[in-house]
């Protein structure tokens, strides 16, 4: 805009008393054309960084052992983090193969009962 108001206008012969220029179209639509590609160039590449930065914000570091996540170097248990997260509501439960390892008569038991099947 600033390119074509001081095309038309001559700012500096306006401003400062310089000598006036003729009125350059060509050069105005050629320094237009340029401006307009580079923020076309800067868009593009401020949107990949910005989907780039969205994705790495995205990911979450969680522990291969007792499955806490890390948050600013703390780190927190799943549910605590899910809570903060989400507006999901946890409750705890056992899965099968949990139940055979931690409590094996009681997993016998519901076996037998045909409460839970046998892996």
């Known amino acids: 805009m600033l390119l074509w108001v001081n095309e038309l ?6 401003l400062f ?16 054309i340029l401006v307009l590609c ?11 960084l910005a989907k780039h930065v969205k994705y790495l914000e995205g990911l979450t570091v969680i ?6 996540i890390r948050v600013q170097n703390e780190w927190i248990p ?13 409750s705890h439960g056992v899965c099968r ?3 055979k390892q ?8 519901l076996v037998r009962k045909g409460k839970i099947k046998e892996n």
């Open 102 to 109: 931690l409590y094996p008569n009681e997993y016998r038991i």
């Open 78 to 90: 799943i549910e605590k983090w899910l809570s903060i997260k989400t507006d999901i509501l946890l």
């Open 17 to 32: 008393g310089d000598p006036a220029t003729p009125i350059n179209y060509k050069e105005a639509v050629l320094e237009t």
């Open 97 to 99: 193969e949990c139940l």
């Open 38 to 48: 580079t923020l076309v160039l800067f868009y593009i590449i401020s949107f990949k």
């Open 63 to 68: 522990c291969a052992n007792c499955k806490k």
């Open 9 to 14: 206008f001559d700012l500096p012969s306006l």
